[in-house]
């Protein structure tokens, strides 16, 4: 769907949130 690229879920935009804090987070593990 186009729009859905648009405009995505809030159940999508919350696994991308959780994703890239989970990213970050062993980003500063491994660089600490």
Do not use: Q, Y
Not at 11 to 16: D, M, N, Q, Y
Request: no cysteine.
């Amino acid at each position: 769907d186009v729009h859905g690229s648009v405009i995505p879920e809030p159940s999508s935009v919350a696994i991308l949130l959780i994703g890239s804090l989970g990213v970050v987070g062993v980003r500063r593990r491994f660089s600490n």
